[in-house]
Structures are given as structure tokens and as C-alpha cells.
């Protein structure tokens, strides 16, 4: 059957995407390690005021993502700590410009005209006067393991690209928490601060204004359980979620041929390892008719999903066997298998130890293994042979 597409959406407030990746990605690796999925961030702050994070994996691989993931941003949001978040909101349905303009200080000639929190944007600060002051900024020394920031001076640092060859325009500046500023430091800028564990805190204060009448304002965002939402896993219920046993349950549902029609699961690979082999199963039947139906009916319907039925090849049928370690004793009327009546299995000796060997006939005619009179002699001149 065909793969599932084993990734799946979370929708996250941009305020809270810093805080579940962590500052330098700590957050988000301890999430991966324990869960097994990986976290991709596929939007970024220019989208939209949610960020979109795709979780990819096994589906319990997911399941698990998602609750640490929910788990990690109810703590955040439940904090108790002095940080007060606000958001950039125009009043102005008229307005041009794309934000409000940064500022240096709380005097006029301190505004930084060149620089903007665009409508939307999330910041973080307290109030000082008809001002926010912004909580200190942040840049990381290194990116993917590359260098960012070239140390000129004692505390002087130029931002740079030429080992990292983004083709972003900057990186993001970001709070403590691993906030994203929404505003660049783009390559070539030349800043001031101080190396503060992997991170350089700017020596510079950014302002905001509060409001201004009928233009825009600041308002207190405060994050809540709200903030992110799990898009619904349109892979919950696909074969390859199955365990072995409720995939046999299912599997004779589908044919049709009633409880115990599947002898047993000879192989079961939901997951392939190699990207070009689709999930796949060999089931042994508990007789000939049925395997005739089924290769017959070339599909069955599982979940809605339809699986391709067709009779293994002499490999695909050795591999599931050395799986199993060779085959039972219990008969079978089905076609040749280890341990059924059409086959047989031999125990090769070395010195100290045994282990089961599994020897394949093909080309037996179907009259003799489908003839209950001739199995006997059959299985007899193949005993002879093995001995």
C-alpha cells in the first residue's frame, strides 16, 4: 500500500514559536529526542501573525510531539515572571506605512525612520511613560555551527555572511526567551554588545510609542492555551498505524472470509526504511481457495485505503520467512511454506549450536500439491533429499 504523509500541522501564535524552539534550539531538540518526530518551522514571522510547524514522523511519533509540544507552551503561558507582551495594532484602515517606527530614546530626534514593527508584531517590555521599552535583544554568535558575528572591537561586532552564505537578507534579532523581534540585523550591520553564553546582548534600548490618537496603538497581548491549535492528522487513520494484530483483524474483515482466514503474518513492514519500498505484508491463508479469491480481487479496502494484493516472489517470500526464523509446524493446505504440509524444514548442525534452514521448492505441479493422496510421497522424496 502507498505511504502515508507522515507530517502534520501545528498552528502557533509567532509570540510563542521563540519559546517552544528554545534559545539555539534546546527546547526543540529535547522535544525530537523524546519523541522520535522532527519539528520543521515552514512560515516564518512574514506570514501572518501564526506560524505554521510541521511535525514529522510515525503518527505515535507525532501523538507524542504534540503532547510535548502542548505540554511545553501550557508551562510558558502559566509562568509567573514580570515580562508583559503587547502587539503593534493600527487603528487607521488608511494608514501607509507598515508600521510604527523603532525608536532610540523617548525624545523625537531619537526615531529611527528607518526601521519598523510591522502591524501585528509581538513584542516584549514595560511600559515607561508614553513609551514601551523593549526588553534587551539578542543574537546568536553562531548559526548551523557557522560564525554571524565578526568581533571588531572590544564590544563592537559586524554582522556577517560570508560563512554561513544565507540567502535571508539578516537574522532575526530575539528576546531571552527565544521571542523573535520580528526585526533584522542584516549582513554588514555594525552593532555593540556583550558575549553572553553563545549569545551577544545589544548594548543599545529600543522604544516604542504607546499609541497616538486614531493612528495606532500598543495593546497587552497576553499568551494563552488559545494561542496554538493541532490541525486534525489526516494520517490517523491509515494502514501503516496499525499494529500487526489489528492489520490481520482488518485484513480479514476485507476478505471477507471470516475470523481465522489469516493463518498468520509472515512479514510486517509499515515502515520501510528505504524510501522507494512501499509498507507491505505477507500473509499465510488458511487454504488455497482463499488465496485464489483474494489474487483473484487484486485489492482490498483497509481505512479507506487500497492495498494491492498479488502472490510473493520466491525473495519477498525467503526474507519474511528469515524473519521469522523459519516456519512453524502448524499444517496448511495453502502453497508451499515452511512448516506446512506442502514444505518442508530441516535443522542444519554445526558444532555447538543449531538453527533452522528453510528450503524452497518451486515448480511442484499443482496437481500433486493440491492432491491430499500424493502429498505423502511427495513429502517423502523430499525428506529423502534433504537427508
Not at 27 to 56: F, M, Q, T
Not at 148 to 162: A, C, H, P, T, Y
Not at 256 to 269: I, K, R
Amino acid at each position: 500500500w502507498q505511504r502515508g504523509d507522515h507530517g502534520a500541522i501545528a498552528e502557533i501564535d509567532q509570540a510563542l514559536v521563540g519559546p517552544l524552539l528554545g534559545r539555539s534550539g534546546v527546547n526543540k531538540e529535547k522535544i525530537e529526542a523524546a519523541s522520535g518526530a522532527k519539528l520543521l518551522v515552514v512560515s516564518d514571522a512574514e506570514s501572518g501573525p501564526c506560524a505554521k510547524l510541521r511535525i514529522e514522523g510515525a503518527w505515535h511519533q507525532r501523538e507524542e510531539a504534540r503532547r510535548r509540544i502542548d505540554r511545553s507552551l501550557r508551562s510558558f503561558v502559566s509562568r509567573q515572571d514580570p515580562r508583559v507582551f503587547y502587539v503593534v495594532n493600527c487603528l487607521d484602515p488608511k494608514m501607509e506605512r507598515p508600521g510604527i517606527c523603532y525608536s532610540r530614546g523617548k525624545d523625537p530626534k531619537d526615531i529611527n525612520w528607518d526601521t519598523f514593527a510591522k502591524w501585528g508584531t509581538k513584542v516584549q517590555g514595560v511600559q515607561d511613560g508614553d513609551f514601551v521599552r523593549l526588553d534587551p535583544w539578542f543574537l546568536p554568535l553562531k548559526v548551523r555551527g557557522k560564525p554571524i558575528l565578526q568581533r571588531k572591537g572590544e564590544k563592537s561586532w559586524m554582522v556577517d555572511n560570508s560563512q554561513l552564505n544565507s540567502h535571508l537578507k539578516g537574522i532575526p534579532y530575539k528576546y531571552l526567551d527565544g521571542m523573535t523581534t520580528g526585526f533584522l540585523a542584516k549582513w554588514g550591520d555594525h552593532i555593540k554588545g556583550s558575549d553572553e553564553d553563545g549569545w551577544l546582548k545589544l548594548d543599545e534600548t529600543w522604544y516604542l510609542q504607546m499609541a497616538q490618537s486614531g493612528k495606532f496603538e500598543l495593546l497587552k497581548f497576553e499568551p494563552t492555551t488559545g494561542n496554538w491549535r493541532f490541525a486534525e492528522d489526516v494520517c490517523r487513520d491509515h494502514p501503516s498505524n496499525l499494529s500487526e494484530k489489528d492489520f490481520r483483524r482488518h485484513a480479514e474483515d476485507a476478505m471477507g472470509e471470516g475470523e481465522s482466514s489469516v493463518e498468520d503474518v509472515l512479514a510486517f513492514n509499515p515502515e520501510p526504511k528505504q524510501r522507494r519500498e512501499n509498507p507491505n505484508a505477507v500473509l499465510l491463508l488458511t487454504s488455497q481457495e482463499a488465496a485464489g479469491k483474494l489474487r483473484a480481487r487484486q485489492t482490498i479496502d483497509i481505512l479507506g485505503h487500497s492495498i494491492s494484493v498479488f502472490r510473493p516472489d520466491s525473495d519477498r517470500l525467503r526474507r519474511a520467512l528469515s524473519s521469522r526464523g523459519g516456519g512453524s509446524e502448524a499444517p496448511s493446505e495453502a502453497a508451499s511454506v515452511a512448516g506446512s504440509q506442502n514444505s518442508h524444514t530441516s535443522v542444519q548442525s554445526q558444532p555447538g549450536e543449531s538453527r533452522p534452514m528453510t528450503l524452497l521448492f518451486d515448480g511442484i505441479p499443482e496437481d500433486m500439491y493440491n492432491s491430499e493422496a500424493q502429498k505423502p510421497a511427495a513429502k517423502r522424496s523430499i525428506e529423502a533429499f534433504v537427508k
